[in-house]
């Protein structure tokens, strides 16, 4: 590994810190690391102390706003697109904007409390909004949740750390493929071209696990910086809507792991974690930071976990970059990976939780199983019914979801035809929440005819057929070079 001295002397401090088992804080100072993956010293500047320089993120974010809220702002709105859900008998007329294109901003988001079911936090992964947020935006805002993604992407370039710009206005982005990147900026962030714009390598990891610990922590600081900006300057939001969840994808399940704000987690109705395993793997610092919200949020809050068995990142498979790393003489992590949140949600004693795990599926499970993942979380959001575990085996109070028939977006990332739709009967018109309310129906009636969708799993790919090349992001790239997304 090449450094330069001073970050030779972090480090070592760092591994004094880590055998002691504890788990140190960044250093203060910019460092150069050396990425043999890509063969690339990587130069870090210290990140800024100042909660206000991480605005950019919730002054950029993107807002899905459901279809009773957007027949009663519509004068509010500009530059919006359609957000479709999936198929067309879902719950539709959902807009997908950036939050400076409402008229009145955060200030208007909370003047929706009464046409909303409540609010959504998202997590985006590490390629920004897109992909797996953008369909929990779709999936929560066709049941009238008002859904709102933090852009950490939209980080100006005078901060050297990391960011897409430009970004895109709601209306540039393209919201009509429910397998697609949904891109919201025209720049690019990977492959170190920025510090913090990473792709996960094996050699980039063990080479030196000291300094990848140190790396992957400046990841968690970033986005907790950014998400204290927003909790902090949004507590009316918060506290105007009787629900509010939080949902994280990929990288943003590992922030929503670790992130704990009293101002928000006081609000929390709920938390997910898609394309995560809660438990010390590569991604992590050590073996503290696994614990949920640092083991300082109530112990009742709801907790949902949906991973896909085969996860090439922190699966349960002994090909995951999770359980590779932790096997690896020069890797840490835990002495056995789970590939789930349960063992974590046990040891803390968290009392309502429940784990998915999806059979023959990657990361992150939509993309094969959609079906039973929007089941499983409406059924969580209090939405939908309990009829999703009907195909699937409780093992160990973990939910083992076998693929059954053709999934959602497989081969090759794009809508596959013979999904079988579960939403809707074809021979009936969907009866949509916003719909119900100018009925004056009872809420409950709102979404049977998409909370029926449980009871459906979705197609059987087969792994080898996807270990050849996937496309990610307007890009075809060989699998073991993803960034998590």
């Known amino acids: 590994m090449r450094t330069s001295g001073v970050a030779s002397g972090v480090f070592a401090a760092w591994g004094l810190a880590i055998a002691r088992g504890e788990c140190p804080t960044l250093p203060t100072e910019e460092r150069t690391v050396y990425m043999p993956g890509h063969n690339v010293n990587v130069t870090i500047p210290a990140l800024p102390d100042d909660t206000a320089s991480y605005s950019y993120a919730a002054e950029n974010a993107l807002v899905a706003i459901p279809a009773a809220c957007v027949s009663e702002f519509a004068g509010d709105i500009s530059n919006a697109a359609d957000l479709l859900n999936k198929n067309d008998c879902d719950p539709q007329g959902m807009k997908y ?26 997590f985006h992964g590490s390629g920004g909004p897109g992909w797996g947020a953008v369909q929990y935006a779709a999936i929560t805002s066709g049941v009238g949740f008002v859904h709102i993604i933090p852009d950490s992407m939209a980080m100006p370039d005078s901060m050297g750390l990391k960011g897409k710009l430009p970004v895109k206005a709601g209306n540039e982005i393209t919201t009509t493929d429910y397998c697609g990147s949904y891109s919201s900026a025209t720049g690019k962030c990977s492959k170190f071209n920025k510090p913090f714009c990473y792709s996960t390598k094996f050699d980039n990891i063990i080479s030196d696990s000291t300094q990848y610990r140190m790396y992957v922590e400046g990841v968690y600081q970033i986005r907790k910086r950014e998400n204290d900006y927003f909790v902090e300057n949004n507590q009316d939001l918060l506290s105007a809507f009787s629900k509010v969840y939080a949902i994280g994808n990929s990288e943003g399940a590992m922030i929503l792991n670790r992130y704990y704000h009293a101002d928000l987690h006081k609000f929390l109705s709920g938390m997910i974690f898609d394309g995560w395993s809660c438990e010390y793997n590569y991604f992590l610092p050590c073996a503290d930071a696994a614990k949920i919200c640092g083991d300082e949020c109530d112990k009742s809050i709801p907790l949902l976990n949906l991973i896909g068995a085969g996860d090439e990142y922190f699966g349960r498979v002994e090909t995951s970059m999770a359980a590779r790393v932790a096997a690896h003489d020069d890797g840490y992590g835990a002495a056995t990976i789970t590939g789930n949140c349960h063992a974590t949600f ?44 009907d195909g699937c085996t409780e093992v160990s109070d973990v939910w083992e979801c076998p693929l059954t028939g053709a999934a959602t977006c497989m081969p090759g990332w794009t809508r596959n035809a013979d999904e079988v739709n579960t939403c809707a009967s074809e021979t009936e018109e969907p009866v ?54």
């Open 346 to 389: 046990t040891s803390q004693s968290f009392t309502d939780t429940t784990t998915v795990v999806f059979g023959d599926t990657e990361h992150t499970p939509k993309y094969w199983n959609d079906n039973v993942v929007r089941a499983a979380t409406l059924d969580f959001m209090g939405k939908g019914t309990t009829s999703w575990k």
């Open 432 to 485: 949509q929440e916003w719909e119900v309310r100018k009925l004056g129906l009872s809420g409950g009636t709102a979404v049977i005819t998409m909370a029926l969708a449980g009871a459906f799993a979705v197609g059987l790919v087969s792994l080898g057929a996807l270990m050849g090349k996937r496309v990610r992001g307007g890009g075809e790239k060989p699998l073991a070079s993803l960034a998590v997304e």
């Open 97 to 122: 904007l950036r939050i400076q294109d409402l008229s009145g901003g955060y200030s208007k988001l909370k003047e929706m409390k009464d046409c909303a079911e409540g609010l959504v936090l998202g």
